[in-house]
Structure formats: C-alpha cells, structure tokens
C-alpha cells in the first residue's frame, strides 16, 4: 500500500468505535471540529481487519522502502478533452506566410540588404562578382606570364650554351656540328 494509505488506514484505525465525535488535536494553533466515526465515508471494520493482515510488502532489510501505486481509470483521448467536433468549423483565411513572419520578427537593419533598396542590392552584389571574377583573371593572367618569362628564360640559357658550345668546338678546330 501506498505511504499516505497506511497513514490514513492508521488514523482512522486509531478512531474510537464510539459514536460521539471524537476531538481532533488542534491544527497552527486554531481548535479543529470533531469527528464522527458514523459520518466518515469509509468501514472500520474493513480497515481494521485489513491492517490485521500481514503486509504484502515486507519493508524490512531492503534499505530504502518500496512503494507502488495502481490507477485505474480510462485514457482520455483527443474528443474527449476538445469535443467531438473540435476539428469542424470555420479556420482563419490566409494565416501569415513565412516571408511574413520573418519581416515580422527579423529587425529592419538586419534584413538583407537593409542599406540598399533591392535594385541597389543587386548592383552591388553584380559589381562583388564581377570584381572577384577580374581579381581571379588578373591572378591567373599573372601565373602565366611568370610560367612563359621562365621558359623564356630557360629557352635563352640553352641557347647561350649551345652557342658557347660551338664557339668552343670551333677554337678547338673541331668541325661545326
């Protein structure tokens, strides 16, 4: 049995059989009214003889006490908390679109573009494309022509040697080849 049942079970198990109203100790200082054992909703006997039972939970030795608790009773469903026809009737027309609730909730400077009107925005995001499309150009125009003054530079060192190479085959006597 629950913890607060064995209470209310030993209280009312603790209630004279007596019929005159029983007094009840005073509650923060104030004096309670009695209570009748005839007026009280429930059996004593029935809960006397029930306490004379042995529990059916034995508490001793488990260290921390076990309590469990049984509801009996039907689940709700959605009908029964909103009515039968909660899903008839008229809806609101045309409720907010998500555009709507961004500009409803998104502060001003901070939507977008805010500085610009939409024809400046687009200006000003054509000139960023554009600017990084010429730096892109720019850089790639760069790398070639470092690549072609290399080979250019290459080209003109084996020339100077071969043209070395001949002059010295030449004081050599050697013919030219």
Known sequence: M????????SVLAAVPQSTQPVPVPP?????????????????LARIQRALARPPAVKLEGLGKPVFRVEVFGK??????????DYLKGPVAYG???????LNMVTPKDVQGYAAFSNKEAMTVTATSLALQWALLKA?????TAKQEREREA??????????????????AGLPPK
Do not use: C
Not at 75 to 84: A, N, Q, R, Y
Not at 95 to 101: C, I, K, L, P, V
């Open 2 to 9: 629950p913890l607060l049942v064995l209470l209310a079970v």
């Open 27 to 43: 509650a923060n200082g104030v004096e309670a009214i009695g209570v009748d054992p005839a007026d009280l909703p429930v059996s």
């Open 75 to 84: 689940k709700p469903t959605i009908e029964d908390i909103l009515g039968p």
């Open 95 to 101: 409720g907010m679109t998500h555009q709507e609730f």
């Open 139 to 143: 850089i790639d125009k760069y790398e």
């Open 154 to 171: 290459a080209r003109k060192e084996v020339q100077d040697a071969l043209a070395d190479l001949a002059k010295a085959r030449q004081r």
